[in-house]
């Protein structure tokens, strides 16, 4: 007789591993229509299994030893909500080693050792699905693999991260400076008390790594991404922004132009009419472009207990129904493009432009002489007086331009004598040919 | 050895058919990579042979005999693209009644008899796809099926219809009359030289009853959606919403409260900073609300040659990946929940109510007790002249009050001597309890 119940072993029970029980529970029944099979929660591995929880109904099952999930024939799938790289990349290995499924939502071990884990997967027959990894409750990476299967996608673009969405929405809302926000945030739990892989765009750059390897199946690796976070983001540039029709959102990048791939995470001005600028607050979007289907976005939550495991147990419940149809392991697109990224000659943008200059006549006419001399044009200028008589502020944004020229006028800028700061220079969204 | 080419019938060969064959044309490689088979265009049903088109390669492939696509034993996969009930419905069963895999992008046809088509794939063990049929290049039926499979949804929202939002979309940017808007948007080709399926409402209605389906696991019927369309939107309406904060969308409203759900489609003042405000335009949109994953909106074109095929070929490839894995017709959810309908007491919202009445003293406190003897109060009113001096306008925004309460004030304010005319109620979206 066929088996009524699939044995789930939990590694780590914080916030997410917390959501995932309370969601089996509450949804038993829905699970077992929809795979005609129960989900039963053995073993959880936590720290420390004799602090209090509020969950019931878990006695007995805790466990401090991984070998007692890992090393149990009985338990066919393992969710990993531990997060990090140690030792949940070993856990995981060592699941898969034994035949066994693996549910995460690790962005960090997916971004970093996602080729390793998807092989050992393949040889093992064995499913690895991670869509809570990215976008927590959007569900993307289907979208990705499924949705976009006979399309060729050209561009991705995401506000990927809470945190920063949080506090430069907030900034824009309130003219408020970038450290006063985000202690709020770091008040309020949205900003963690080192803050650095958020403001700083690592984590943005770990998820555009791996939309950027299902978008385009390619292999993209972490240091594939050019990364730039918002701590340099003054309240000054959100306001000139405005003025010109843009918001600063920190914005993960992924383009192919022809086979040439580039990915990046760094502020950028989008123009108020994008369904991207009006992302607010902790939400978290996805762009896509497809050659066939067009523009499409997908919004949602991008973190927090309930939608991160909802996504983990979706997973789940594919994995349960690939069992029960007997597919294990043989649903996953590895990437099997070659991978080309682009140099920094083939990086086209607009560029918006704040620097600050020395009053004095024909100043304007040497720098604007300067980027027409590096192939740069125009789109909009502004010069306005600067905090003193003796100073102008120059704001320009430009026609598309080639980072390695841009890189080139900011290098050259930096030792004109007329030219006492540099002050900001973010990617202006749009202009491009799609 | 095994196949190496699944052999595909289209039936129809009009725009989303033509998207069709230039997509997999354009990917063979690509999706032959992907599910290990090459997708062969065996037959293509025309109603005319001799017609002159702008695709190569497919002459000899035009029949103008439905036989020779469903009576071929090789061909293993029907694509659905003629459109209507008669004679879509015959050949799709037909196709099925063989055993071959169907891909369909017809909303009427799977509006109206999704169930009868569903229980005959059941039967005959093949799969028929349909995500074509709702917001064409958004995959939001898959994302209900799968994405949200752990979840329990409690509200969709949907801005399904293209035409319509054209439509409000000029008038709320241009304040134009909808006549006027409605004449430009057929000359552009946006609207139906017979627009009544599109303004009327119908076909978002057909759009809202799959989407109801299939996200609350519940048989849903195209005669369970309470259907209002835009005809009777004036720029008067238009812009009193604006300036109470409102755009004017005509919303796709699916809800569930304990188990008791609703369905309608009516034109609602939907609040600016609602993320369904801004989709503007042909495109669409499908907000969810899920009990775990809270807000999640889904944003992209909803109609248009490539879009739709695009939608049609991702179906085809994950038709073609069941069958390489053999599990054809077993991927589906039929709906499994008792339908339960609110009746109208049920169905909560705020109202915007635009009256116009004999400009007395006393009449606004009449109308306002009138209201107050209904359970129905007040969250904001503006009372002003109109048009003569023997006439006022009150526009009023209700709290949460019932369908049958507001149907009642409606019937008894029409046979008010103060009451000039009842101008306009519409579903104002918000204040609920999620």
Known sequence: ??????????????????????????????????????????????????????????????????????????????????????????????????????????????????AEILKKAQEKGCDVFYEASVAGGIPILRALVEGFSSDRITKMMGIVNGTTNYILSKMSQEGAEYADVLKEAQALGYAEANPTSDVEGYDAARKMAILATLGFRVPMKLEDVDVKGISGVSKEDIAYGKQLGYEVKLLGLARRDAEAI???????????????ASVNGVFNAVYVHGEAVGETMFYGPGA???????????????????????????????????????????????????IVVADKRGVLAQITQLLADKNISLEQVIQQPYNNDKEAEIIMITHLSSKSDMDGVLAYMEQMDIVTKVKSCYRVEGGEQK
Chains 1, 2 share one sequence.
């Open 1 to 114: 007789m066929e088996k009524q119940t699939i044995k789930l072993g939990l590694l780590g029970f914080g916030t997410v591993g917390t959501g995932v029980v309370r969601i089996i529970q509450a949804h038993q029944e829905d699970l077992q229509k929809q795979t005609g099979l129960g989900i039963e929660i053995t073993k959880i591995l936590v720290q420390d299994a004799e602090k209090s929880r509020n969950i019931v109904a878990m006695e007995g099952k805790l466990t401090t030893n991984p070998a007692d999930i890992l090393e149990d024939p009985e338990i066919e799938v393992v969710v990993e909500v531990i997060g990090g790289i140690h030792p949940a990349k070993d856990f995981i290995l060592g699941a898969l080693e034994r035949g066994k499924h693996v549910v995460t939502a690790n962005k960090d071990l997916m971004a970093l050792h996602g």
């Open 262 to 276: 580039e990915v990046s995470v760094q502020p950028t001005m989008i123009p108020k009419s994008h369904p991207l």
């Open 304 to 354: 927090g207990e309930l939608p991160t495991a909802t996504a983990v147990v979706s997973d789940l419940v594919t994995v349960v129904k690939n069992r029960k149809l007997g597919v294990n392991g043989r649903g996953m697109v590895a990437p099997y493009k070659e991978k080309i990224l682009k140099d920094d000659s083939q990086k086209l943008s607009k560029y918006f432009l704040r």
